[in-house]
């Protein structure tokens, strides 16, 4: 007859506990042998067994199979069912068939993760009422409150350190805070603020001073699309219009104050609140060195109008030029010239009035005043765009130069968008600094001191203080710190006596301990009850002369300390050199 089966499977018993431990420290031959064991012993038994007890044992079977089926529900027999099928044609199936169906499942598996991640960006992009966001963690990317270190720059968890300044090589003046009104109008508090934000576009197109320019794809009766063929443009057009034209875009700012406002309303499809943009019109002839630079030249221009001359914006200073015949390319100053040569290529020249053989100026997205013409309410000021002739001491591209303007930076945020040097921050600064010269890539040494701290232009802030006191030795009044330091100058002078017969320096007592472990009794007695107050803390300190006698006591230390120990792992290679690329320098040593 076959043994009994135990009623409660579950249970754990000692023995059970024994086998389960030894399964589990058991290597794989020993699990082979021990397989291949059990089922000799089962064909042993299978094979010993008479004709009755083959009988009894396939009727408890069919007795507990039968139960088994009778309380399983349709969609649990269903599903045995199909198991059943499955076995059957994976057991029928060649080696060949085999490989097919895997190869297929591999195929269809990764057709299901490229269509579910396509979703996942078409609903990130374009948004769906019919999703709840808010619910749903796969459209939640988090807050923009990861700091990188090194530029300030806040970033979502996703992005990589990189995105900012290119781990560090792009290193750029801040940008200004907007002036008045703007600055009021992007916050989104008022009603003509609201309105503002609302038609942000339509105003930056109203006060811009190039125009849009394209092949557009015309077809014979009605077109819902609007169609280019070819590049797209922005061109600059005279500063004045022909007699029966209207002004447009920069010779809208020779006008008069109503004037404008009412040839940039008349310009628009949608309605805008006129006091924005009398207000951002005034704002625009104050503080843009463009539109004051246009206005006087266009004036020396009215005034002698026998000469053919050109308004030209100098894409770079020209060489053995004095700097003050082109101004340099700073906020307050713009490079421009009266002239009646075109001069380079990637110059501007702007004529009086238009005719036939004077074409349209196409401006390049290389010059620096692309961005100061095209987006006036980014750049109010004037200030430059991404240029060749930007000085720095590592190459960027214009990816990298817009890449770093574009991130949101704690800097800015933290210090109000501040105009003072530095963001009006306050940096202490210790030691001696004409010790150390910064490494210039492939820089010569007048390279080097030219990059130092002395040359730079917050040098004239700097305010030097020296150190007369030694701060040390009358910290709140101890003036047994200062007692110690002149012993300690005593040793090292050689002024203190040495005893003759041991050849050891005498000292008083109490001031020398045994043994490491005698003085760090002594120093931080009772630590498991003392070492959260802060205070006790901070008043003991032991020197050592090497680095590993430091580090042996600090391992003493903390094993004194209550609590679990934690072990944090932490990346410094790559083992494959192939994928290096793919991880920043920030990525490694990151726990």
Request: aromatic letters at 8%; charged letters at 25%; one cysteine or more.
């Amino acid at each position: 007859m076959p043994m009994r089966k135990r009623g409660s499977l579950g249970r754990k018993t000692v023995k059970s506990k024994a086998v389960e431990h030894t399964r589990t420290t058991e290597a794989p031959d020993e699990k082979r042998a021990r397989l291949q064991a059990d089922q000799i012993s089962h064909s042993l038994a299978r094979t010993s067994e008479t004709p009755e007890q083959y009988q009894v044992r396939l009727q408890s079977q069919q007795v507990r199979q039968n139960a088994s089926r009778a309380a399983e529900t349709p969609e649990q027999r269903c599903l045995h069912e199909g198991q059943v099928r499955h076995r059957v044609s994976r057991a029928a199936e060649t080696s060949i068939q085999h490989v097919a169906r895997v190869l297929g499942l591999r195929k269809q598996r990764n057709v299901a993760i490229t269509l579910k991640w396509k979703a996942q960006m078409h609903d990130g992009f374009m948004y769906n009422p019919r999703y709840d966001y808010e619910s749903n963690n796969l459209f939640d990317i988090g807050r923009m409150s990861n700091v990188f270190l090194k530029r300030s720059a806040l970033k979502w968890k996703g992005e990589i350190p990189v995105m900012c300044c290119s781990s560090g090589k792009v290193k750029l003046p801040p940008i200004l805070k907007p002036p008045e009104p703007l600055c009021s109008l992007l916050k989104g508090e008022t009603t003509q603020s609201k309105d503002f934000v609302k038609h942000i576009r339509l105003f930056n197109n109203m006060f811009a001073m190039t125009s849009f320019k394209s092949n557009v794809v015309l077809n014979n009766g009605w077109t819902p699309t609007f169609k280019v063929q070819g590049q797209v443009y922005h061109h600059a057009g005279p500063l004045h219009p022909a007699n029966s034209e209207e002004s447009k875009y920069l010779q809208i700012y020779f006008l008069g104050e109503n004037e404008q406002v009412q040839t940039r309303l008349d310009l628009l499809y949608s309605p805008v609140d006129r006091n924005n943009v009398l207000k951002l019109q005034r704002m625009r002839h104050q503080h843009n060195s463009y539109v004051r630079s246009f206005k006087r030249a266009a004036e020396m221009m009215d005034d002698n109008t026998q000469v053919d001359y050109r308004i030209k914006i100098s894409g770079k200073a020209p060489l053995k030029e004095h700097k003050g015949r082109f101004n340099a390319p700073s906020v307050s100053e713009v490079a421009i010239m009266i002239a009646r040569e075109l001069g380079d290529r990637r110059n501007i020249v702007l004529h009086s009035r238009s005719c036939s053989q004077m074409p349209l100026q196409r401006i390049q997205d290389t010059h620096r005043t692309y961005d100061r013409l095209q987006y006036p309410l980014l750049f109010v000021r004037g200030e430059d765009g991404y240029d060749f002739n930007t000085k720095g001491v590592n190459k960027a591209t214009n990816n990298d130069y817009y890449a770093y303007h574009m991130m949101q930076r704690v800097m800015n945020s933290d210090l109000r968008g501040s105009s003072a040097i530095m963001g009006g921050a306050t940096v202490v600064l210790a030691g001696d600094f004409r010790q150390t010269l910064p490494i210039v890539t492939r820089g010569t040494l007048e390279d080097q001191i030219n990059a130092c701290l002395k040359n730079s232009y917050p040098w004239h802030h700097v305010k030097k203080f020296s150190l007369t006191t030694n701060t040390r030795s009358h910290i709140q009044g101890d003036l047994f710190a200062g007692q110690f330091a002149n012993k300690l100058l005593q040793i090292g002078d050689g002024k203190v006596p040495e005893d003759s017969s041991t050849g050891l320096i005498i000292m008083p007592c109490g001031q020398i301990v045994i043994s490491p472990d005698e003085l760090l009794s002594k120093m931080y007695h009772n630590i498991r009850q003392n070492f959260k107050d802060q205070d006790w803390l901070s008043h003991r300190e032991i020197l050592a002369s090497r680095n590993d006698v430091v580090e042996k006591l600090n391992v003493t230390i903390q094993k004194q300390l209550p609590g679990k120990e934690y072990a944090y792992k932490s990346i410094d290679c790559i083992l494959n050199d192939d994928e290096a690329i793919q991880y920043p320098i920030e990525f490694l040593n990151y726990t």
